[in-house]
C-alpha cells in the first residue's frame, strides 16, 4: 500500500515556503544537469525489446519457401492490386470490418491518410468538386490530438479548427454543430481508441453521435485512425471501442467514414502493412485512383505478416507480450506522478489502459519551459504544443510522455527529472502571482 | 547459316494469290483454334525462373541476424527518412549519381512518379503555381511509350502531346521547338535506355539536346525514367546511355530532371525498392514534402537488398543471370518474325539489347485486329493502342511484345499465331485496295 503523506498544494504555500522548496529544487536540479543524462520520453516507438518479439517473422519465408498466397498468385511477382486474401482477412479482423471492405496498402497508414487528403485535393470525393478549387476548406481537429494529423492538413492548407477533448471524445456538441452548419468543413481527424496522447476511448454514445452526424458538406468525411485498437496495457481492464462503420452504415451514412490502421506498432514500424477500411463506394474510388498510382504493394511482406500471425488470434496473443513490456513503463511513470506531483495542483494527468502515451497538462502558461527545462537537465520530451495544430497549445499546458522507448531504468530517471522541472516551473508561475 | 528462300512481299501479290493463300492460312488458324490455348504475351513481368534468381534475398535477414544499418540505426524501428545509407549506394550507382542526389522509396517507382506529379498539382514546383490553380497543363509524350505514364497524366487532367520516336529517342527538333514556346508544358515522359515498348536507347546527341532545353516554363521538368538501366540481353553487345543529371548540371539546369528507378525487375516486381535521384533543391523540396507523408519507408527490405546484392558490381552479375533467361526469348521471338515476315512488307519491328519489349509495327489500320485475332485464337497481347496517351494509336499500327513471361515453348507457339494473324489481317486489308 502507498505510504500516506500530507500534501499541501503549492498555491497555499507561502511565497517564503515556496522561495525555500525552489531552493531545494535547484540544488538538486543543479545535480542532475551535471550527470550530462541523455534521456529520450518523446517518440512512440516500441523498444528493441518489443521489436524482438516480431523477430521470428525474419524466418517465416525462406529461400525454399512456396511464396504463393491463398489465391494461387505469387507474391514474388506483380499483380493483387488491393492485397491478398489472407492480408485482408487479418487485418479486417483487426480493423473489425467485411474483408470486403478493406485494400491493403505499403508499410504506413500515415502515408495512406496523406494519399487520401491530396486524392480529396486533387479529385474530390465521389465527384465533388476537388478540393483544391475551394477557396476554404476546413478540418476538425480534437486536441490534444496526434501532431502528424494536423501536419498533413497544414501542409494542405487546411484550415484546422480545435474542438476540446473530453473524456468521452471530442464535444460532440460542438462537432455536431459545426459541421452540420458549415460547408466547408470537410472531415475531422480521430484516434478514437487510446487516444494519442491522452488514452482516451470514444465512449459508445460519441461513436454513435459520429454516425449520425448530418454534415453540411456532402463530402465530408470521418478520418477515423484506430492506430491503437488492439493495443491494450493490461489484461484485465480494457477499453472497449464500437464498430464505426458498421453504426455509419446502420444509419444510412455508409460513406461517411475511412477507417486506417497498419501493424506498425504491432510487427515493425516502417516495415508493417497499413490498410483503408471504407463503404464500396469509396473503396471503388480508392482503386481507381491505386491502379494508376502502384502495380501493386508488397505482397511478399504481407505474406510475412499473415503467416507470422496465422490469424487475428495470434496477433492479440502477440499484442499480449508487448503490454507486457509496456505495462510496467507505463505504471513507473504513472506512479511517479502520483507519488511526487499527486495533491499539489500543479498538473493533471490520465492513466490510460492503452495506446503509446500519458498526456499531461500542466498550470497554464507553463508547458514549453518544463519541456525546456527538462532538455536542460538531457531529458528530450516531445515539443511542447506539438499536440495542436500549428503547433499552438493555446493553454501551453498539454505535454505528451512517451514511456515507451527508454528502459525501466532510465524513465525512473526520467521522470524525476521531468517532475523536477514541472514543480521548479510551477513555482515560478506561482510566485508571478504572489 | 540462315536458309536464304525468295521472299515476295505480300503487295505485290495478285488478288488471286492472295485469296489462295488466306485460304491456306484460315486453315492453319482453324486448326490452332482448336487447340483452345491459353498464351500470355502481354505483361512485361519476369518469369518465375528469373524470380527463383533472387530467392536467396528471403535468408539474407534472419531471427538472430543484426537489423542495424551502416549508419547504427535499427532498421526495424522508426527513423531515417530517406532511405538507409546502405541502399542509396547501391541505387545511386544503379542510377549513375552521386549517393547525396537519391531518395530511397517504397516498393514502386510508379508510385513515386504518380506521387511527384500529385506534388506539382497541389504545390507546385519550388514555389511555382501549383498545377491544379492553372487553366491548363501540358505534357510531352514520345510515342509509342509506356502506358502507366500516360495513366498518371490523364488521371490528372493534363492533356498529352504525342512526339514521335526516332531510332535515337524522342524527335527533339519537336521536343525543343514545343517546350521552348508553350509555358504550359510542365514535363516529358522518357524511358531512355531500351525504351518501353522500342527498346530504343536515347543518342547521347539526344541526351545533352535534353539536358539544353531552354523551356518556357519554369517548372518545367524531365520525369527520366530509367527503368531499364542495367538490364541487357547481351554481354557483347549493349547500349550505353550518357548521364542526364551530370549533363543538366554541366548547362546549369541541375533542377531540370527527375530520375526514376526501381529494383523491380531485378530482385521481385512489388517487394523491391524504388527511388528518386535529383538536384539538391528538388530534393529538398522532395524530402519536405515526405516527412509530411510518411515517418519513413521500410528500411528493412532496404536492408534486405543491400545485403544481397553487396554493390552495384553484385547486382550486374546478377542482371547477368537474368540476360541468361531473357536472351533465349528475345531470340526466339525475333528470329520468329524474321523467318516469317521478313521481306512481305507487312511489318516492321526493332531487335532491342535490352529491356522487356519488342515493339512490332503493323501495316496501317492492323493493329487492333491483329490482337482481337489473336485472342480468338488464345494468346493475349497488350491492347493495341495502349502504347499512345489516351489508348489512341493514330496510325493503328503498334503492337507491344512482352517476351519475357512465357517459357520458350510456349513463346515459340505463340509467335507463331501472332505471325498467322499479322498475315491474315495484312492480307484483307491488302485485298480491300485490290
Not at 156 to 170: A, K, L, Q, W, Y
Not at 418 to 423: A, E, G, H, P, W
Request: hydrophobic residues 40%; charged residues 25%.
Amino acid at each position: 500500500m502507498m505510504e500516506v503523506t500530507k500534501v499541501t498544494a503549492y498555491n497555499e504555500l507561502s511565497k517564503e515556503e515556496l522561495l525555500e522548496l525552489k531552493e531545494q529544487l535547484e540544488t538538486q536540479f543543479t545535480e542532475i544537469k551535471g550527470k550530462n543524462l541523455s534521456l529520450d520520453m518523446s517518440r512512440g516507438k516500441p523498444s528493441a525489446e518489443q521489436l524482438n518479439l516480431s523477430m521470428g517473422m525474419m524466418d517465416v519465408l525462406k529461400s525454399d519457401s512456396n511464396l504463393a498466397c491463398e489465391e494461387g498468385v505469387d507474391c514474388r511477382n506483380y499483380g493483387v492490386l488491393d492485397g491478398i486474401r489472407e492480408a485482408k482477412q487479418l487485418l479486417a479482423d483487426m480493423m473489425e470490418i467485411p474483408k470486403d471492405n478493406i485494400v491493403i496498402f505499403g508499410n504506413s497508414s500515415l502515408n495512406v491518410m496523406f494519399d487520401t487528403i491530396s486524392r480529396c485535393m486533387t479529385h474530390g470525393v465521389l465527384g465533388s468538386t476537388p478540393w483544391c478549387k475551394l477557396d476554404k476548406v476546413k478540418f476538425l481537429c480534437p486536441v490534444p490530438g496526434y501532431d502528424r494529423h494536423f501536419s498533413i492538413t497544414e501542409y494542405f492548407g487546411i484550415e484546422m479548427i480545435n474542438v476540446p477533448m473530453t473524456p468521452t471524445g471530442p464535444d460532440m456538441d460542438i462537432v455536431e454543430r459545426l459541421v452540420s452548419s458549415d460547408p466547408a468543413i470537410k472531415g475531422i481527424w480521430c484516434v478514437p481508441k487510446y487516444s494519442n496522447p491522452q488514452g482516451i476511448t470514444y465512449s459508445d454514445e460519441t461513436v454513435h453521435r459520429f454516425a449520425t452526424l448530418k454534415p453540411a458538406a456532402e463530402d465530408f468525411r470521418i478520418f477515423w485512425d484506430n492506430a491503437y485498437g488492439i493495443h491494450h496495457l493490461y489484461d484485465d481492464k480494457q477499453d472497449y471501442l464500437i464498430e464505426i462503420f458498421m453504426e455509419c452504415k446502420k444509419e444510412g451514412n455508409p460513406n461517411m467514414v475511412y477507417k486506417f490502421s497498419s501493424t506498425s506498432k504491432i510487427s515493425f514500424p516502417g516495415s508493417g502493412i497499413a490498410a483503408i477500411g471504407a463503404s464500396d463506394e469509396n473503396l471503388k474510388e480508392i482503386r481507381r485512383q491505386m491502379q494508376i498510382q502502384t502495380i501493386g504493394h508488397d505482397k511478399v511482406n504481407q505474406l510475412r505478416h499473415a503467416r507470422f500471425f496465422g490469424d487475428i488470434s495470434g496477433m492479440v496473443n502477440h499484442m499480449k507480450k508487448h503490454a507486457a513490456i509496456m505495462r510496467p513503463k507505463f505504471d513507473t511513470v504513472l506512479s511517479t506522478l502520483e507519488q511526487e506531483l499527486g495533491g499539489l495542483g500543479i498538473g493533471s494527468w490520465l492513466a490510460p489502459r492503452g495506446g503509446y502515451f500519458i498526456s499531461f497538462d500542466s498550470m497554464e502558461g507553463c508547458a514549453k519551459k518544463i519541456v525546456a527545462k527538462a532538455k536542460e537537465a538531457g531529458v528530450v520530451m516531445t515539443d511542447a504544443g506539438a499536440t495542436f495544430p500549428y503547433g499552438k497549445d493555446p493553454m501551453d499546458s498539454n505535454i505528451r510522455i512517451a514511456p515507451s522507448y527508454p528502459t525501466l531504468e532510465e524513465l525512473k530517471l526520467a521522470g524525476q527529472i521531468f517532475i523536477l522541472c514541472v514543480k521548479l516551473v510551477s513555482i515560478d508561475k506561482i510566485l508571478e502571482s504572489k
